[in-house]
């Protein structure tokens, strides 16, 4: 069982940067693959990005590849995620999980763990 809290959100201008970061409990924090997903007011939650349990290899949406990193400290049981350039169409609910597999990490359906969420606000 893992349990995820995400911190770090907050209201920003277009332009500016924030870091999201996910703490996790359990020691098999370093088993996971674990993402980033949004859910943009009145839209589907979408993936945002994800690291393999290592952090060997990451992965982006189109959206924000090149603006966001995903990282992550094993020895912290945390994950982040570095959002520069932010755009108002970045304004969602952004919330962490963990994929106990090392496939589908773009699919929600692969995640068995999710946070509760945190608001990011990008205003102009």
């Known amino acids: 069982q893992v349990q995820l809290e995400e911190s770090g959100g907050g209201l920003v201008q277009a332009g500016d940067s924030l870091r999201l970061s996910c703490a996790a409990s359990?020691?098999?924090?370093?088993?996971?693959?674990m993402g980033w997903f949004r859910q943009p007011p009145g839209k589907e939650r979408e993936f945002v990005a994800a690291?393999?349990?290592?952090?060997?290899?990451?992965y982006y949406a189109d959206s924000v590849k090149g603006r966001f990193t995903i990282s992550r400290d094993n020895a912290k049981n945390t994950v982040y995620l570095q959002m520069n350039s932010l755009k108002l169409e970045d304004t969602a609910v952004y919330y962490c999980?963990?994929?106990?597999?090392?496939?589908?990490?773009?699919?929600?359906?692969?995640?068995?763990?999710w946070g509760q969420g945190t608001q990011v606000t990008v205003s102009s």
């Open positions: 999980a963990a994929n106990p597999l090392k496939w589908g990490l773009a699919l929600i359906d692969y995640y068995n763990y």
């Open positions: 359990g020691r098999t924090f370093s088993t996971y693959a």
């Open positions: 690291i393999s349990w290592s952090g060997g290899n990451t």
